[in-house]
């Protein structure tokens, strides 16, 4: 019990000495304004107030600025976070926003280029690739459900991509044409000398049974035959990018760069047709 009774009594002392500090002060600033001097009493409690007076001013400044470099500062990363993560819900709005636009010019560039394909087409999504690595395919997201069936050919903005070898109700595998195992029909733009385009790695064809004489040079374009009846006249397939005299064989070695960037495959026009089997029956026996 002694010590809050202590503590009762040291208190009203420390606010009695406040009032006399205040009051002396009080007489000084009165006393200032009627004479210019301060007598000998004066001179003293200005002495013995003035430091206890700068303590309390710096003791005040020293709390203000505390509250406005830490409190303040708390407030401000408080504010921050929130700007953060609005910033970044802008960011992620805004790349959708990109995205659909990107979407929006590839359709309209396969569009451009269904228009100028007299057959029926219909518009996939690449939604897979060979798990296996044994082939250069594609998985699209249409099928026999859409109109799909075997050997419709597979092209997008830029030219030939490939052709359909699996179908299921709603989904389809392209071959695509840098696949070893595929081989398009084509001439040659330029000259219109013949040959045949087979897959040789994931981005270069070569352009096979070219014969020495013909006339192929380096930025030839090579196009569709419309012969083999599974891809129509006139389509993109490449461009010649080398050109060698091959050695012991009566025919060119030509490498070709495929029309279509597989690497950013996403979006592909399938060419309606009737199935292979059909057309063969229409059109009798085929050269494939």
């Given at each position: 019990?002694?010590?809050?009774?202590?503590?009762?009594?040291?208190?009203?002392?420390?606010?009695?000495?406040?009032?006399?500090?205040?009051?002396?002060?009080?007489?000084?600033?009165?006393?200032?304004?009627?004479?210019?001097?301060?007598?000998?009493?004066?001179?003293?409690?200005?002495?013995?107030?003035?430091?206890?007076?700068?303590?309390?001013?710096?003791?005040v400044k020293l709390l203000a600025d505390l509250w406005e470099d830490y409190?303040?500062?708390?407030?401000?990363?408080?504010?921050?976070?929130?700007?953060?993560?609005a910033l970044d819900a802008l960011k992620r709005v805004n790349g959708l926003?990109?995205?659909?636009?990107?979407?929006?010019?590839?359709?309209?560039?396969?569009?451009?280029?269904?228009?100028?394909?007299?057959?029926?087409?219909?518009?996939?999504?690449?939604?897979?690739?060979?798990?296996?690595?044994?082939?250069?395919?594609?998985?699209?997201?249409?099928?026999?459900?859409s109109g799909i069936n075997l050997d419709m050919p597979v092209v997008n903005?830029?030219?030939?991509?490939?052709?359909?070898?699996?179908?299921?109700?709603?989904?389809?595998?392209?071959?695509?044409?840098?696949?070893?195992?595929?081989?398009?029909?084509?001439?040659?733009?330029?000259?219109?000398?013949?040959?045949?385009?087979?897959?040789?790695?994931?981005?270069?064809?070569?352009?096979?049974?070219?014969?020495?004489?013909?006339?192929?040079?380096?930025?030839?374009?090579?196009?569709?035959?419309?012969?083999?009846?599974?891809?129509?006249?006139?389509?993109?397939?490449?461009?010649?990018?080398?050109?060698?005299?091959?050695?012991?064989?009566?025919?060119?070695?030509?490498?070709?760069?495929?029309?279509?960037?597989?690497?950013?495959?996403?979006?592909?026009?399938?060419?309606?047709?009737?199935?292979?089997?059909?057309?063969?029956?229409?059109?009798?026996?085929?050269?494939?």
């Amino acid at each position: 019990m002694d010590q809050p009774l202590q503590r009762e009594r040291r208190f009203p002392k420390i606010w009695v000495w406040l009032a006399l500090i205040c009051f002396a002060l009080f007489l000084l600033s009165s006393n200032a304004i009627q004479r210019g001097s301060w007598t000998s009493a004066e001179q003293l409690v200005v002495e013995g107030v003035t430091p206890v007076q700068s303590l309390f001013r710096q003791t005040v400044k020293l709390l203000a600025d505390l509250w406005e470099d830490y409190f303040h500062l708390v407030d401000v990363q408080q504010e921050n976070r929130r700007l953060k993560l609005a910033l970044d819900a802008l960011k992620r709005v805004n790349g959708l926003y990109r995205e659909r636009v990107a979407t929006y010019e590839r359709l309209s560039d396969l569009l451009k280029f269904k228009e100028a394909v007299s057959r029926p087409t219909v518009v996939a999504q690449v939604v897979g690739f060979d798990p296996t690595g044994w082939f250069q395919s594609v998985v699209i997201n249409k099928g026999t459900k859409s109109g799909i069936n075997l050997d419709m050919p597979v092209v997008n903005a830029s030219g030939v991509v490939g052709r359909i070898v699996s179908v299921s109700p709603h989904y389809a595998k392209v071959l695509l044409v840098v696949d070893q195992n595929s081989a398009v029909d084509c001439l040659v733009q330029r000259s219109r000398d013949r040959g045949m385009v087979r897959g040789q790695s994931a981005q270069v064809c070569r352009l096979d049974y070219m014969v020495k004489s013909g006339d192929v040079k380096e930025g030839d374009v090579v196009i569709t035959s419309g012969l083999g009846r599974i891809f129509p006249k006139g389509l993109p397939v490449g461009t010649i990018s080398k050109v060698e005299e091959g050695e012991g064989t009566l025919f060119k070695k030509i490498e070709v760069t495929p029309a279509a960037d597989f690497s950013k495959l996403e979006e592909v026009l399938v060419i309606l047709q009737a199935p292979r089997e059909e057309r063969k029956k229409e059109s009798g026996p085929s050269m494939d």
